[in-house]
C-alpha cells in the first residue's frame, strides 16, 4: 500500500534497524519503506498486542533509520526571511 507523501518527490522512507528486529515482530528489518506505511505496519501491530499508548514517538530513531523526505537540515535552500528582517540589519 502506497501512502500520499504530501506531493513530495521524493517521501521519506524508514527501515528498521536490524538490533531492534526484536522489538517489532512482524516489521521487517533492512527494508526500505516509506515512513509513512512503516508507521501504519507499527502501530497496527502494536494495537494488536494492546499497546495503545500515544506516549513518544511511533518510529524511534533509535530503532529506525530515515532518508530522503523534507528534512530542514539538509535541503539546499537557504532560509528566506522577512522583508523587516532587511531593516533591522540595516538599522531601521
Known sequence: ???ESGGHERPREARLRKASAH??????????IQAATMADIVWSK?????ESSLAGRVLDPAHFEFRQGNDPRS???????RATDRLRLQGD
Do not use: E, H, N, Q
Not at 23 to 32: E, Q
Open 75 to 81: 535541503s539546499a535552500t537557504p532560509l528566506r526571511r
Open 1 to 3: 500500500m502506497k501512502r
Open 46 to 50: 502494536r494495537l494488536l498486542r494492546g
Open 23 to 32: 522489538l517489532y515482530p512482524g516489521v521487517p528489518p533492512d527494508v526500505w
